[in-house]
């Protein structure tokens, strides 16, 4: 099962960089937010393989389990929460460069 795990992490690390890559060179909000979605979504899933990894192998006590899911945990919160807030502020900057015709 861990093999699984992992492979399917490292694929969606993979497609989210290759993404990644491809949208930054183009300017197309939708693009960047199905980008900004497969991050989220690999760091998500890098969540679990850590998640499976701690459960599987022994070593290490619950209370530093529960400890290094609780950060990875806030890690990818954060990265989302950044990721939107991301999204947000610049579809805030396209509007108003909208409003004063720069964007034209």
Known sequence: MMIAIAAYTFYKMTMAIVNAIKAGKQQSLWLTAI???????AAASL???QHSMLVSF???????????????G??????TTALGTHMILRKEKQNDEIKTGKGE
Do not use: F
Not at 35 to 41: H, K, L, M, Q, S
Not at 74 to 79: F, N, P, T, Y
């Open 35 to 41: 980008r900004n979605i497969g991050c989220a979504d």
């Open 47 to 49: 969540l679990t393989l």
């Open 74 to 79: 806030a890690g990818v919160c954060l990265l």
């Open 58 to 72: 022994e070593g290490m006590s619950n209370r530093d389990i529960d400890l290094m899911n609780a950060l990875a």
